[in-house]
């Protein structure tokens, strides 16, 4: 049977967004046929408030946190404990404090199970805030020039992109990749994911669910648009 994993922001739901009537009836379906999991880089708490507890109460698991901490029917069975240096919270300070990007709306660095979420805007920042962000970081690549300055200075962690706004910071190998090794091994795996590329947060997983088997398939979609159209395909048998 086909294992089915689901990034959340951006492919179930628009990024920090409820998940619609129809994307939940659509996982419910595909849920009830195939072993389903969430894999995020958010925490237990977004997941709650993003997606409705009649598809939570279909899926086999969510895995937050980039795989480092895994709920299964309400209740964490495992998390991931890591204590960050003091010198890299610090060098986080002087690089948010040296961003040009003018709009900061707090809760800029978010400690989460054995990850940082770090966030120039802020993780406060509303819908309108976080589109004007994403904007400015299309053209300026700020993301990917801090992501690339902490890993730098600190060789022991990977810095990726997750979402819009963030950079999710963890210790080396402690991305999502690590969540092809914890599950069952009954049957191929197909991944719905949005940010494949290398330097996506997405990435490490797509790669060790290649190198796992030919029979797993990685789906880049561009928004939770795609990923409807994905399930109807699946729903109607296109893609065993
Ligand atoms: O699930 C994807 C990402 O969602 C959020 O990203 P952003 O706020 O940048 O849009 C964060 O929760 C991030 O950690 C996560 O990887």
Redesign the pocket.
Known sequence: MTILLF????VLTE??QPMTVEMAQLVIAAASRHSSYIV????CD?VREQAPPEVLGWLAGVFT??GNEFWFAGDCVFGARHDFPSEMVEAIEVLLNASPYPVRTGAHV?R?AG?L?V?VVG?N?DPLQ?LAY?GFDRTALE?EALAATIMTRFPGYEA?????????IVPKGRTKAQVAGLLPSKGPVYFFAD?LDPGG?DWPLAKALRAASPANRNFRVNSPKDTKVLLEALLHGVMA
Do not use: P
């Open positions: 990034d959340m922001d951006g990024a920090r995020t880089g958010s925490d977004k946190c980039g978010e989460r990850m979420n966030s993780r920042a976080r994403a993301r990726v992109l997750g979402g819009d706004i963030s950079i999710d940010r947060n």
